[in-house]
Every structure is written in C-alpha cells, then in structure tokens.
C-alpha cells in the first residue's frame, strides 16, 4: 500500500519563517555531522543473526558420509548437469514448475539471468536471430526496479524502456501496446512477489495478462525473478499467481524464465539458483551449459535438500526470518509516520514482505538527501539507482533496506535520514520560491 497525502505546514510558510527552519535543521544536522555513525543501509544483505540461522546446513555432511543423492547421483564426481533431482524437486515447490524444467546453478540466480540473455545474444531463442547479429534490442525496465537488471542490460548494450509500476505491477497497457508494436522489445524484467524496491506482488490480473501477451518479437521472453518468494514479514502475505500455469494455458509455455536462489534463505555467499521454464527453453540452456560447466556444485545441492528434507520444513525456517526482519521494518515505517505522517513531503511503500521499503522524497531531493546522510556517516543505495542508468527523472526515489543493521543501529539511521529528507526539502523549498519571486 502506498502512503502519502497528506497537508504540509512547510508549504504556508514564508521565505522567512523557511531560513529559521532551516537553520534550525542545520544545527541539529551539525551536531550528529560532528560525531558521524558508521551504518550501512545500502543493499538488502541479511543480518549476521539472519546468516546464522543456517549454520546448522553446515554439519549435514561429514567426511565418512555417503556423498550420493537417494536417486544414486555421486555428488563428489562428474555428472548431473542440470543439477541433483531431489534439488530439482525442492525449487519445483519455490518456482511453479515442474522438476523437469527446472535447471540448477551456483550460488546467485542472478549469474543464470546472466547467462541466459549471453545465450539469446549469441545463440538467439530457440532458432531465431542471434540478438547481437540485430540493429536494436529493446528490454522493459519496470520501475522503480532492481539496479542489477539494469546494470546486466548496460553490460550488452541492450537499450532499456521504462514502464512505470503501479500498485499492481507494471502498467500493463503499456506493456501490450509496447510489445505488439515493436519487434525489436525482446524482454521484460519482472520481480513479481514483492517487487525490489517497491514491495508489490503482482495482482492476479497482472499475471494473466503477462500469460497472454502476443509480442510481435517471437523471441520475446518474460524474465520473471521471482526472488522474494517466500520472503514474508507479515501474517497475512501476499499470494501470487502461478505465472507458469498460466502460461500452459494459454499456449504460452516458452514465455517465461522463472528464477529464485537460497540466497537469503541460507547463505549469501554460499546458496543455490534455478531456473525454470518450459523443455525447450531449458533444454537450449543446457546447451550452452554443457560447454561452459560439468555441473555447478552438487555437494552444496545435497547439503541443502539434506537440511532442509522437505519445502514445508523449508517454510518453517523462514519463519525465523520473519521474526527477525518484522520489527526492523516495524521500526522503519514507524519512524516514517511519526516523522511525516502529518506532511506531504513523503510517501513510502508498507511491504508485507521482501527487504526494501521505496520511499519518494520531494521532487529533486533524493541525490541531496542520500549526500547528506552520506557525509553523515550513512551509507544508503546510491539516488536513481531504481532506474535504467541511475537516472531518475524525478530525483525522487531512494531504496531502503533494514535488514543488515540492528535495530538500534536502524533506529539512529531513520533518524538521521528523517531530518536529511527535512532538510533537503526546506531547501528545495525556498530554491522555488526564490525562483518564482
């Protein structure tokens, strides 16, 4: 849900009575400048209390173990490409597809996103045009969005379209018209459930839709990271729609690329990815596989399906995540209200999971805000990173991530990023009115 709407007293004030609030913000901003924290709300890391739940993953095989799957697979030798089948169960549950589609990776889902659009560009999809061998290749960028989506398009050259997201998901009529109008849009990067800033789950319409689109790029796919699946912080989370399902459907099957990782189930430095998608798409992924790996690393596969035995004891173990994060999103949007509940200075996302919060600062005032905090001593993701080449049109937008810091740590941040966001906009203010006497 999104917040805002609210009457700002800043806005009756005149130049004046704007110079002594800011002075006054000033002094206040001096004194915490003059014994700077060192905190860090910079990307959505779990905490070191988060990373330690998993330890335990650590102790599942011991040297004088039998290192083979029930399914006879000897983790400690060659084989397996496309990963162990007990594994491949295990993300069956996570991604909505079946284990026969799902191809399993290192440690970052993002490296198999990666290595899908090298593929289409090299190879092209199933049969069609090699993307390098094309004039222009066109993706749709939802945002605010994942900077790392954006970052892998400037890595190929490939030209990113903005669509704005809305409470929903993307704006679906533009999405449609984009798609049927231009061949040369080949994707669209979509994070579905709680979507990186935003915290939004895709509606169920949203997800059909997607499941019927018709682009005139018959080499179009959806690359749906699907990253926060089961990343709740609330009781009532949200559900979505089997995008999958829906595809098959309506003969769509090859549409979709659907991605997710233990990463922030397990251990960052140390968890495992999939894909999954219709056999023909999988199978030109193991394709190109086949030349670049053996397999990627079964024993880590086994010591995961080994700890986690079941997807159900694998959604109590995120349990324990929620109770971790639940008050530091509590705290951060609590610090919010309590700071601008009364104004309209700010509006902010309430997730009921994932690990960002989006907050929209006045117009022109998230590149000030996030200097003031940096020269402060807080570190936050760089302004306009949401958006294709870190350019927000707006210079609005700024990504919060509570996770890594304690709360004591996080309680500070809010409040010291709270009277940078007051005092960036008291500045702006009185720029315009300066402008407009």
Known sequence: MLNGGITLSYFEKTALELKKIKTDLENEYKKIKSNPVKLDMSRGKPSQEQVDLSRGLLDTLKSDDVLKTESGVDCANYGALDGIPECKKLFSKLLGVSEKNIFIGGNSSLSLMFDAISCFMMNGVLGYTPWSKLEKVKFLCPCPGYDRHFAILDYFNIEPIIVPMTSSGPDMDMVERLVMEDESIKGIWCVPKYSNPQGITYSDETVIRFSKLRPKAKDFRVFWDNAYAIHDICDQSDTLLNLMDECVKNSNANLP????????????????????????NISQLKEMYYFKTISYDKLNQLRHVKYFESFDKLLDHMQKHKKILKPKFDLVLEKLRSNFENNKIVSW????????????????????????????????????????????????????????????????????????????????MLKEKMNSV
Request: with cysteine.
């Open 257 to 280: 690329l659907l991605f997710c990782s233990t990463s922030k189930i397990t251990f960052p430095g140390g968890g495992v990815s999939a894909v999954g998608s219709s056999s023909e």
């Open 349 to 428: 996302t309430e997730p009921k999971g994932g690990y960002f919060i989006s907050l929209d600062v006045k117009r022109n005032c998230a590149k000030r805000v996030v200097n003031l905090c940096k020269d402060a001593g807080l570190s936050l993701t760089p302004a306009g990173s949401t958006f294709p080449k870190k350019i927000d049109p707006n210079d609005s937008n700024i990504r919060l991530a509570p996770s890594y810091p304690t709360l004591s740590e996080l309680s500070r941040s809010m409040d010291l990023l709270c009277l940078c966001v007051k005092l960036a906009t008291v500045e702006e």
